[in-house]
Structures are given as C-alpha cells and as structure tokens.
C-alpha cells in the first residue's frame, strides 16, 4: 500500500476560527484541540482520516515573504468538491475571495486565500 497523507499542520493566527469556517465549508470537524508546543494552541480539524493540524504559537511572527519564492514555504491547500459552483457560491459568502477559476484536465478549479493570506485551491474532478 502506498503511503497516504494523514495531517498538515500550518501555523495559523486563530485556529478556532479557522477551524470554524473550515467546518462550514468543507464539512469537517474538530477532531482535537488543546495546548501545543512553545506556550500554543493547536485544533485538529477534518475528517475521520485525514486533517488538517491549526498551530498557533505563544508569540507568533509576521509573514516575511511571498511562500512561492521561499524554499519550505507552504503554496497551497487543496481539497475536492463534488459541486464547484456551490462551494464557490460559499467561499465568496464566507467573505473570501475566489480567483483564477479555470477548466483543466480534469476538472475545474479555483483559488482563494484565508484570513491568514493561506492559499487554498478548491477542485472539481469531471
């Protein structure tokens, strides 16, 4: 069996929240949360399988640069939808903004960044 991605964790500015839009839009739930490593706060967000780990640190730093040009950057996440129309119809609700919407083989996608400026790519398989 090939190895599966079980978690990501990414360093975010309030992981309740994000948890919170999370779950709204993508149908997850908080699987975990609770203290972290250096004094922070960690939610476990996603599926029964597979989530998404929110870290928050003590004392956290701004972003320095673009994560396109920084090697170990993170350039986004993505996760499948069975209907690409709704769920941009929800992240624009959300208050995000969906961009560069295009048709490619196989399927169809569409970006947007959080609060955080984390990008997200959402895809639809034809």
Known sequence: MPA???HANLTVSDPDATAAWMCDLFGWHVRWSGAATQGGRTVHVGTDNHYV????????AKPTDDNYHTIGG?????VVVDDI??????VSGAGFTPVNHGDYEPGHRFYFHDHDDIEYEVVQYD
């Open 4 to 6: 599966m991605l079980e």
């Open 53 to 60: 780990a929110l870290y928050t640190p003590g004392s956290p």
């Open 74 to 78: 993170l350039n986004h996440i993505a």
């Open 85 to 90: 129309a709704a769920m941009d119809s929800a």
